[in-house]
């Protein structure tokens, strides 16, 4: 009999959040950890063999193995570049607020 441990795989779109949890074996690692999770069946448009993965909100390889209570993160692609966001808005002579609204600096 092989010791099991209990993690959770998170995945979030703007519409839509899942957080599944699962019993996996001591070792899995976090992709194998990814592709047993059944994410899949909620979300169809995973590319789980090339999705960035974390813990805890910190990037880790697709070898990482987890611990007991592991928290597994799936990170979409981001649709626009942050820096290049800025630029575009310093150009303009926009600064941003709190909450991610510019403001106009008349």
């Given at each position: 009999?092989?010791?099991?441990?209990?993690?959770?795989?998170?995945?979030?779109?703007?519409?839509?959040?899942?957080?599944?949890?699962?019993?996996?074996?001591?070792?899995?690692?976090?992709?194998?950890?990814?592709?047993?999770?059944?994410?899949?069946?909620?979300?169809?448009?995973?590319?789980?063999?090339?999705?960035?993965?974390?813990?805890?909100?910190?990037?880790?390889?697709?070898?990482?193995?987890?611990?007991?209570?592991?928290?597994?993160?799936?990170?979409?692609?981001?649709?626009?570049?942050?820096?290049?966001?800025?630029?575009?808005?310093?150009?303009?002579?926009?600064?941003?607020?709190?909450?991610g609204g510019?403001?106009?600096?008349?």
């Amino acid at each position: 009999m092989s010791a099991k441990t209990t993690i959770e795989v998170a995945y979030a779109t703007p519409d839509k959040q899942v957080i599944l949890e699962c019993e996996i074996e001591f070792g899995t690692t976090i992709r194998d950890a990814v592709r047993q999770s059944g994410i899949k069946q909620h979300f169809p448009e995973i590319d789980l063999e090339d999705c960035k993965l974390g813990i805890f909100s910190k990037p880790v390889a697709a070898d990482y193995q987890l611990s007991d209570g592991d928290r597994i993160e799936i990170y979409r692609p981001l649709i626009a570049d942050p820096k290049e966001v800025r630029r575009q808005r310093a150009a303009q002579g926009l600064k941003m607020k709190k909450g991610g609204g510019a403001i106009n600096q008349d």
